[in-house]
Every structure is written in C-alpha cells, then in structure tokens.
C-alpha cells in the first residue's frame, strides 16, 4: 500500500496536501495523525505543523503501475509509468524510446494492453468500476484526429458520388469516433455491419 507523509499548518492542510499528490478524494484514503500541531502564542510563537501519514486504501493503482513494469519488462522496453486519477478514469501514460512496438498496427497493441490493464485494476469489486485509458507518445489524440480527417474524407466522397462506402475494419473505440464524427452531419448517416474483428462502419447517404 503506497503511503506517504505530509505536513502542513493544520491536519486539513496537510490531508488535502496529500489528495492532491494522490491526485484522487478523501474516500479513497485512510490517515493517521503522527503530530496534531498547535497554534502557539499568538498563532505565532511555538506553533507546530501537523503531520500526518496518508495511505491508500485500494492498490489497484500499485497493481497498474507492477503490471505495466512486468509488460514492459518482457518486451525488453524501458519507459517512465505515470499514472492519474480523476473521476474514476485512470490514465497511464508511458514515455520512453521504442514505444511504437507498445503501440503496435493501428495500436491493437496498445488497445489489447489496455484491456488487460482494466482486468487488473478492477479486480477489486469493492471498489467502483474504473476506466482505464492506456497512452504513450500521444498516440490516441493524434489517432482520433486522423479518424476525423477520414470521416470527413469519405463523407464528402459519399455525397459526391452518391454511394456509399465501407471503411476499413476497426476496433469498436475507432467506430465510435467515426459514428461521433459524422452524427450531426447533414446528408450521410452511418452505421456499423459485420462481425468481430472484421466489424466495419458504413457511410451512406441519409
């Protein structure tokens, strides 16, 4: 269990201190008040700081950061883990040289590693669900944007020819950043057909 200790004028100085290096709320935590701290005279002569050591209570992000070290490990890779939490998303972001071998073809790599990583940090059902975003050197913005470009490119190729067209087969997140992309579009609608892993999404007029 990571622990940490932290100091500040009062324990509620010291305990929000501490949540903001863990970087997550005060349910997902437990305290021990080493030294309560005092005001001194006046607030001022002999006044003591608070101490306090601060634990998480879950080591699902403990679990993340072994996994990733281990996958990493056997890919004979090097790489700084950084790890976030907010909201119950998890965000792991790697740097390090050679990442494109994590990332793998159109990121199945990243993608399938990622799912891993979920199993391991929702292991604990005691805790609320939590989603895990896997990333390294940016990857998944830049992808999105070049998902965006494709749409609007086979868009506009559906509206001009007026047929519709069948993009290559992509991973249910890819799909979602299609069907996003063009939602609000005025003259083509899209949808998805076929089967895992060969699902595709279709573009045609509306």
């Not at 996994?67 to 740097?95: K, P």
């Not at 399938?112 to 990333?135: A, C, E, F, G, R």
């Not at 249910?172 to 895992?196: F, M, N, W």
């Amino acid at each position: 269990m990571q622990s940490i200790e932290v100091e500040g004028k009062n324990v509620e100085e010291a305990l929000k201190k501490a949540l903001d290096e863990f970087n997550t709320s005060i349910d997902n935590v437990e305290y021990e008040v080493l030294e309560a701290g005092s005001k001194g005279l006046f607030s001022i002569i002999g006044a003591k700081r608070a101490k306090i050591k601060v634990s998480r209570k879950n080591n699902y992000i403990d679990r993340a950061k072994e996994f990733m070290s281990n996958i990493l490990s056997g890919m004979d890779l090097e790489a700084e883990i950084f790890i976030t939490e907010q909201d119950d998303i998890i965000r792991v972001n790697l740097s390090g040289k050679k990442m494109g071998l994590v990332i793998g073809y159109r990121g199945e790599t990243l993608d399938s590693i990622q799912y891993l990583l979920s199993l391991i940090v929702n292991k604990d059902h005691n805790i609320p669900h939590k989603k895990v975003i896997l990333d390294t050197e940016n990857y998944r913005s830049k992808r999105e944007a070049t998902l965006k470009e494709v749409a609007a490119k086979y868009a506009n190729k559906v509206i001009r020819n007026r047929k519709k067209l069948k993009l290559e087969p992509m991973n249910p997140y890819e799909r979602r950043i299609i069907h996003s992309a063009l939602q609000d579009d005025k003259y083509v609608v899209t949808y998805s057909e076929g089967e895992e892993p060969f699902r595709r999404v279709v573009i045609g007029l509306k």
